[in-house]
């Protein structure tokens, strides 16, 4: 892989691996915006980062009746602009407590709980392209298309630059995520009102509100409606929560457990503790996320300083739309004989009465990972 050429990198970023690109900023730091400031946004590479011309086309083809090829300016200007704000989050957010929690390795960057952002995106719907291109409806049988539209797929790639396990980088959702109204899927090229940098994706990128960062193809020069979900290898072989006694990689490889494990999507319903400290005497302030899962957007985070025993509603102090994450704050008095240092714990709780549970199983990928939040304070 050619590293030369990268672009410059958030300096308010702390990096996990240098090439290529993988950092992750302070988590109290992130807390402080509704709205994650570019320079505080995670980086998530597989591969390293090529600077790019607006001149890039995205080929629209596969199962549509009209094959399209555009740049980003001609995507501009023939649909409408379109925003969304939507939380991104890498599916090995919180990897490194999962490690600690279940006392065992996974396999994978360590990521910390500060691989998620919350930006307001800006580009065109994926549905008004493939509707021009010619989609119909979901379960419409298009054209001689055998499967009906609720069974297929479709599939976004970059052949910009080979990956450290692929000669390119794709992944593929479910078509019906892509035509669902308010799904708020889009081809993006802009980050809170600015163009995309190089290192989010410029010129293009998907944004796919709900699921796993990976799915979130960056510098995106092919969609794709198909029959099958991406064949490239992050979709087949990597991001799935394989059951815990898949131990080891090449147990996986030889049991064929990557194809018996459908992709992570979705991702579930999370929270995490930023910060947690005493403020005065007896009084202790904590902040931190939460996000929604499949369910629906978060109703409430609750708080514990007893390990779960018990629970006290926190303050939800931003939230904005059904893809936004959930910001929140808690000022607990501890009871007289409690001491003044210890832990903290935050559960979400989301629109359906799903909540986070105290413990969730050890995967070896080390992904998904949705405990309860906790941190220590004094
Ligand atoms: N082309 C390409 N797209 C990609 C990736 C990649 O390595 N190459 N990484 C994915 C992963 S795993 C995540 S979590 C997000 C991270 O996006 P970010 O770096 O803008 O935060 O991009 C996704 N899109
Ligand atoms: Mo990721």
């Avoid at 994926?126 to 989609?135: K, Y």
Wanted: aromatic share 8%; glycine share 6%.
């Amino acid at each position: 892989m050619d590293f030369s050429n990268e672009p410059q990198h958030s300096v308010q970023l702390i990096a996990r691996a240098e090439k290529p690109w993988n950092a992750e900023p302070e988590l109290d730091k992130l807390v402080q915006h509704n709205i994650t400031p570019e320079e505080l946004v995670y980086c998530r590479n597989h591969s390293p980062i090529k600077p790019l011309g607006e001149d890039l086309t995205v080929k629209i083809d596969g199962l549509v009746q009209n094959k399209l090829q555009l740049t980003t300016k001609e995507l501009k200007d023939k649909f409408e602009r379109r925003e969304v704000v939507a939380a991104l989050q890498c599916a090995g957010n919180r990897r490194k407590t999962m490690v600690e929690k279940k006392h065992k390795d996974v396999d994978g960057i360590k990521w910390e709980e500060a691989t998620i952002c919350n930006v307001r995106w800006g580009g065109v719907s994926v549905r008004d392209v493939l509707l021009h291109a010619g989609i119909t409806s979901p379960n419409a049988k298009a054209n001689g298309i055998q499967s009906p539209t609720s069974q297929l797929h479709l599939c976004f790639a970059s052949h910009v630059t080979a990956c450290e396990e692929d000669d390119w980088f794709g992944a593929s959702i479910p078509l019906e995520k892509a035509m669902d109204d308010n799904g708020g899927v889009l081809l993006a090229f802009e980050m809170n009102g600015k163009p995309l940098s190089p290192d989010h994706g410029f010129p293009l990128r998907a944004v796919i509100p709900g699921y796993s960062g990976v799915r979130w193809v960056k510098w995106v020069d092919r969609i794709t409606v198909s029959e099958g979900e991406s064949e490239n290898f992050y979709q087949q072989k990597d991001y799935k929560v394989l059951p815990p006694q898949v131990e080891k990689h090449d147990q996986a490889n030889r049991e064929d457990w990557w194809s018996k494990v459908p992709a992570l999507q979705a991702m579930p319903l999370n929270s995490a503790i930023a910060i947690a400290r005493i403020v005065a005497p007896r009084v202790l302030y904590v902040k931190g996320y939460a996000i929604s899962g499949e369910t629906g957007q978060v109703a409430r985070v609750d708080v514990s300083i007893d390990e779960g025993k018990s629970w006290q509603p926190a303050r939800i102090t931003y939230q904005e739309g059904r893809w936004s994450w959930t910001l929140w704050e808690a000022t607990i008095a501890l009871p007289e004989g409690h001491p003044e240092r210890g832990k903290v714990w935050s559960r979400a709780v989301d629109e359906r009465g799903e909540m986070q549970r105290l413990d969730v199983d050890w995967n070896l990928r080390g992904v998904a990972y949705t405990a309860v939040g906790e941190r220590e304070f004094q």
